[in-house]
């Protein structure tokens, strides 16, 4: 398995937790606001990661702390509007929503970075959108008003992820950052901003119950501590391209946690959209180059193989 391949399943397993995570934030915002939870989660995996790599973190440089601050509030902003939407939407509407920075990254890419995409890519963010108007828009396809403020606010967190994606690319191929401490230190540019908000707007507030404490520990330790150290490291061996179209995993896994877990449940319409995304992933993840030369080595006569 080459180390591009390795980075793309790590990803897939990292989107896994984070399809379940939108269960767990919607249980998690019966007892806090918004911003305390996103406190709990990105200073507590800090701490978590942090205190496990000390040593790693020593001798950290300016431009380590700089990019760790900018990442930091991008992804800041891509949680205010994942989280705020869960509260003002379906746990579906809010998954395939936030899916939507894999439609955005291509578009940014080609007028800011000026870039050809490839025309499998291309093809895929096309079924992508197919596959998100299918799963959340009304028959008719009406947009549906009465979640319609979170589904802007999931909107919001597409186009701030897309933002961090493409930053982390560019941070990830320059020698002088130390890819672990940014992973690190960006969580805790983005506790620290959320704690600022929490203190502004909300009224923090301890974690009392149980239920609430291991889904908020699930949250911490696993869909962000882990997850965004494998994300961060992974980045370095794959394009935002691809990293973008797996992540469109994620809906699918939040409409199936949705359906287990919430009971949720989605229309044929919706189960179609599911299949269409997986198809764009399929159609990312196969190497259609290495396919033809295959076929075309098994067609060469004896005499020219050797």
Known sequence: MTNRSKAD????????????????????LKSMGPFTLNSYRFIGAFLVIGLCTIKQLRQI??????????????????????TMGVKYTTLTNAGFLCG?????????EMLVLKRKLQTKVKLSATLCLLGI???????????????????????????????????LEVVAKDERINLFQIAVFQMLA???????????????????DNST??????????CTGVAFLVQTIAQKYTEA??????????????????????????????YVGMLILTLALFLLETDFKFLINKKKRHHVPKEKRR
């Not at 702390?65 to 990442?71: F, G, P, V």
């Open 9 to 28: 399943l790590s990803l897939v397993l990292v989107t896994l937790s984070w399809g379940i995570s939108y269960y767990l934030i919607d249980l998690s």
């Open 61 to 82: 440089n300016w431009q380590t702390i700089k990019w760790s601050i900018i990442l930091g509030f991008f992804m800041y902003i891509t949680y205010l509007g994942a």
């Open 100 to 108: 939507l920075a894999v439609i955005i990254i291509p578009f940014i």
């Open 133 to 167: 108007v299918l799963m959340t828009l009304k028959e008719g396809l009406t947009i549906n008003m009465d979640t319609l403020p979170g589904d802007l606010l999931c909107i919001l967190c597409a186009f701030g992820y897309a933002i961090f994606i493409l930053i």
């Open 190 to 208: 983005t506790g620290i901003f959320n704690l600022v908000s929490a203190l502004i707007f909300e009224k923090p507030v301890l974690i009392s």
């Open 213 to 222: 404490l291991l889904a908020v520990g699930f949250l911490t330790v696993v």
């Open 241 to 270: 391209n691809r990293v973008g179209i797996i992540f469109t995993l994620e809906p699918v896994f939040a409409a199936i946690a949705a359906f287990w877990l919430a009971g949720e449940r989605l229309t044929p319409r919706g």
